[in-house]
């Protein structure tokens, strides 16, 4: 019975002092699990230095080309918009210091497509220029804009978004009617064509109400009534005087259909 129950105890003593290959698994897995979250922590903080070096060029490359230090800093980077922000404080830079000069503008384009997709920024920052102020600054500041974009879908778009914020404008750039039978032809389709020249007549009959009605006229004149139109052309025939006049009563006939050239 004592030899039985040493023989016993030694097997339960080696048993315990060489674990089986089951016993042993977890303690080989939360190795490896504790060296692949040092690996993670590794390759996420180097790929943070490397996101950080990079927007710390995009700055410094930017500054270069005149962006104040003030406007953006390595800290407010992503909080800004990142390079959307970049390419279009660059644009907002250019245009100022240049006086939109078409010319100057070009030069300068290349450099912001170095950040971003010229034509997008553009797009986003013309938006954010009609809807802040519709003064003949903005409008002819965005028409320049509009005029070096590549993308005629952009271009139009553009166009539109100068010439519908023109019509809400107490003063508008005389260059604006050549602008918009530019963007007439900018059209990729017969959609975009219809509504730019929809937006161009209505701007010039506002030219016409303001010319012999005053800019109160805008107030009271609107376009869906028959009757508004059929008097402001009556109107406009008294003026015989007035240079253009014949012009203004040919665009009023051809652009309402239920007015004649006979009756003026």
Known sequence: VEV??????????????????????????????????????????????????????????????GLERKTMTLRS????GGVVFLARELIRF?????GSNIVCLADIKANIQKFWSFDIAASRYVKELCDENNSPENLLQSSTIAQLCSDRTIKCKIALQVLRSALLANNRPESLKKFAQEAIDWSPDETTKSEIQEATRLLIIDDIVRRYCGHKGTELFRVSNPRHSYRLLKHVCRYIDTPCQFQDILFLCNSFTHLSKVDA
């Open 4 to 65: 039985s129950n040493c023989n016993e105890f030694n097997c339960s003593v080696i048993s315990f002092l060489s674990p089986s290959k089951e016993s042993a698994k977890p303690l080989d897995k939360n190795a490896n699990i504790a060296m692949g979250s040092n690996d993670t922590i590794y390759s996420n903080s180097s790929r943070h230095i490397a996101t950080k070096l990079y927007y710390a060029k995009l700055i410094k490359e930017a500054r270069e080309l």
């Open 77 to 80: 980077f992503e909080s800004l």
């Open 94 to 98: 250019s245009l100022d210091a240049s």
